[in-house]
């Protein structure tokens, strides 16, 4: 699924990247649903789909789809499509924190989670061994 899983501190600066879409993004989720019932049913379902996919991007389990959907709540946001502005004046409601939050998600889709992800212990390096019969490998 993914070229390379980076260790050492390439896979700690992914780990890194991935917590800060995190943080920014679950910090928006958090003021939009303290609205819960004056938001619209669509509404509400993009804030629990953003938040379900920072989850899964913090995590590190299929991030490339985890990223993807940070990636079109955060479109969404951006061109204020079907996002609700949030009720009070807030740093992180602003274009510039949105277009960041899409730059660090597409370079984690390009990227990938990382050696520090659960896509890392699922699909991780695989080692090929060929013991010089034909027609006899093992991959471990």
Known sequence: ???AFPEAL???GLLLLRGAVAALWLTLDAQLLEDWN???AFARFSALFTAGS???LLAGYL???ASAGVGIGCLAATLKFLWPPLTESCLLDSNVVFAFVEVVTVSVICLGPGA???DARLFGRREIVIDGRSGS???S
Do not use: C
Request: net charge neutral; aromatic share 14%.
């Open 38 to 40: 004056h938001l619209a």
């Open 137 to 139: 490998s093992s991959i």
């Open 116 to 118: 520090f992800s659960v």
């Open 63 to 65: 991030t490339p789809f």
């Open 1 to 3: 699924m993914f070229s």
């Open 10 to 12: 390439p896979g700690v």
């Open 54 to 56: 920072v989850i899964l």
